[in-house]
Nanobody
Framework: QVQLVESGGGLVEAGGSLRLSCAASGSISFIGVVGWYRQAPGKQRELVAR????????????VDGDSVKDRFVISRDNAKKTVYLQMNSLKPEDTAVYYCNADITSYTSVGYRAGNYWGQGTQVTVSS
């Protein structure tokens, strides 16, 4: 059974940094695109950043002149089956539950199975 587990969230002051991790486990054959999303209270879940299996990245479009690309970095370690989100210069508006999402091909008793998976989320709170 494939699982994604996020970690690294917490409470930080504005201007601080956090590094989130998303670790995949199970009978995994291949991990494709992995994305970090976030959901603030009362808002829809939104994409923060994505990374392909080859390491190509893209980030959410800037909103009100603020681009996470200028502050966040997504990376992956395929050997560890882990994707990271380094978040710098955090702002109170970054406060949200952060989720990872991944396209994963796994082994099953009847062959390969392609699926899309979500982690349980990790809370990030930025105080002003």
């Amino acid at each position: 059974q494939v699982q994604l587990v996020e970690s690294g969230g917490g409470l930080v002051e504005a201007g601080g940094s956090l590094r989130l991790s998303c670790a995949a486990s199970g009978s995994i054959s291949f991990i494709g695109v992995v994305g970090w999303y976030r959901q603030a209270p009362g808002k829809q879940r939104e994409l923060v950043a994505r990374i392909t299996s080859e390491g190509r990245t893209n980030y959410a479009d800037s909103v009100d002149g603020d681009s996470v690309k200028d502050r966040f970095v997504i990376s992956r370690d395929n050997a560890k089956k882990t994707v990271y989100l380094q978040m710098n210069s955090l702002k109170p508006e970054d406060t949200a539950v952060y989720y990872c999402n991944a396209d994963i091909t796994s082994y099953t008793s009847v062959g390969y199975r392609a699926g899309n998976y979500w982690g349980q989320g990790t809370q990030v709170t930025v105080s002003s």
